[in-house]
C-alpha cells in the first residue's frame, strides 16, 4: 500500500518529532548515555524539512514539544521549541530561500551560507538571553544558581577533595570561573548542536534525492562583509554586565566558531587534488576535537581569508 503524500509528511513528523524529543535528553535528565545523542538532536527536524518541507519541521517540531510536555513538563518543551524546532524551521525556510534558485555552484552560494551563520548566532544569543531572563530575572541570582550547580557537581564527583584545606581560595576561584563561562559556552553547545545536526540532515536529504535545492559547498563557505565588525561590536558589549554582556558573549563565541569553519573551508579548498587529502583533512578535525587549541589557528586563518581571500581561483 502506498501512502499520500500527505499521509507520509504526517508519519515523517510524527517519527521526526518523537525522535527529536528522546534524543534531547529532556526527558530522561541525569542520563549520561544520552547526553552525546543531544548533539544531533534536532537532525530529524532538519531530514524532515530540508527532505519534505519546512511546515512538515514545524509540524514534527510541535511533535516534539508536546512530548516533551507530556513527559517532562513546560520548562522541557519551552527548550525544545524555543532552542530546536524555532531555528530549525528558520534554517530550512531561509536555505530553500537562498539556495532555491541556484544552478550549479556561483560563488554566491559561499557568502548566503555566512548570511545564515550569522542569523543563526543572533538568534542564539538573543534567544540565549531571553530564555536566562526568563529562567531568572536579576543575572546575579542565575550565575549564584549557576555557581550552586557547579560547586554540587565537583562535591558529588569528589573533585573537590583534590583540594587541601589550604587550596580552598584556589578551589573558589575555580568554581567562579567555570561558573562564568557556563552560560555562554551552553549557548556554543546549542549553536554546534544546530550546526552539526543540519549538515547532517542537508545530506541526509541529498543522499536521498528529495533536496529541493543544490546543496551549498562547505568549501566556499565565507562570513558576509562587515562580520569582523559586529564582532568586535560583540566583543565591546561583552564587556558589560548582565544579560546585555551575556548576549555579547554569545555572539562573539558563535562569530568565533564560525571563523573556525571558514578557516576549515580554506584547508578544504586549498588542499584539493593533494595526495593524501582525506586522511589530512580528516587528521585536522580530529586533532581540532580532541585538543581544541589547535583551533586558534584555524580561526585566524578564517579571519584572515575575510580579508584576503585565500581561496582565490582554487574553486
Known amino acids: 500500500m502506498t501512502l499520500s503524500p500527505m499521509a507520509q509528511a504526517i508519519l515523517v513528523a510524527i517519527l521526526a518529532g518523537v525522535t527529536t524529543a528522546l534524543l534531547s535528553g529532556l ?35 510541535i511533535i516534539a514539544a508536546l512530548t516533551a510536555q507530556m513527559v517532562s513538563g513546560t520548562t522541557a518543551a519551552l527548550m525544545i521549541t524555543g532552542m530546536l524546532v524555532v531555528p530549525t524551521f528558520g534554517i530550512t525556510l531561509l536555505s530553500e530561500r537562498l539556495f532555491g534558485n541556484y544552478s550549479g555552484r556561483p560563488d554566491k552560494d559561499g557568502i548566503d551560507l555566512g548570511r545564515l551563520a550569522v542569523t543563526i548566532v543572533l538568534y542564539v544569543g538573543i534567544a540565549g538571553a531571553v530564555v536566562g531572563m526568563i529562567m531568572e530575572p536579576d543575572f546575579a541570582q542565575l550565575e549564584m544558581r549557576v555557581r ?11 573533585l573537590n577533595e583534590s583540594f587541601a584545606q589550604a587550596d580552598a581560595a584556589n578551589l573558589a576561584r575555580l568554581l567562579d570561573l567555570i ?25 541526509i536529504a541529498d543522499r536521498a534525492d528529495r533536496l529541493r535545492f543544490a546543496r551549498p559547498d562547505f568549501r566556499r563557505f ?76 584555524f580561526i585566524l586563518v578564517g579571519m584572515f581569508d575575510h580579508l584576503f581571500d585565500f581561496r582565490r581561483g582554487r574553486l
Open 27 to 61: 526527558l530522561t535528565p541525569g542520563a549520561m548515555s544520552v547526553a552525546l545523542f543531544s548533539l544531533i538532536a534536532p537532525t530529524p527536524l532538519f531530514i524532515a524539512g530540508f527532505g519534505w518541507h519546512p511546515l512538515v519541521a514545524a509540524l514534527s517540531g
Open 148 to 158: 550552586k550547580a557547579v560547586e554540587f557537581a565537583f562535591a558529588a564527583t569528589g
Open 179 to 203: 561558573a562564568s563561562i557556563m552560560l555562554p559556552m551552553s549557548a556554543l553547545i546549542s549553536l554546534m548542536t544546530l550546526v552539526v545536526s543540519s549538515t547532517l540532515g542537508v545530506q
Open 222 to 297: 565565507r562570513l558576509p562583509g562587515g562580520s569582523l565588525i559586529l564582532l568586535t561590536a560583540a566583543l565591546f558589549i561583552a564587556s558589560r554586565a548582565g544579560y546585555l554582556g551575556l548576549l555579547g558573549e554569545i555572539v562573539a563565541l558563535g562569530l568565533v566558531f564560525f571563523y573556525m569553519l571558514q578557516g576549515f573551508a580554506v584547508l578544504h579548498a586549498r588542499t584539493i587534488g593533494f595526495g593524501g587529502r582525506g586522511l589530512m583533512l580528516a587528521a585536522a578535525w580530529l586533532v581540532v576535537i580532541l585538543f581544541t587549541i589547535p583551533a586558534v589557528v
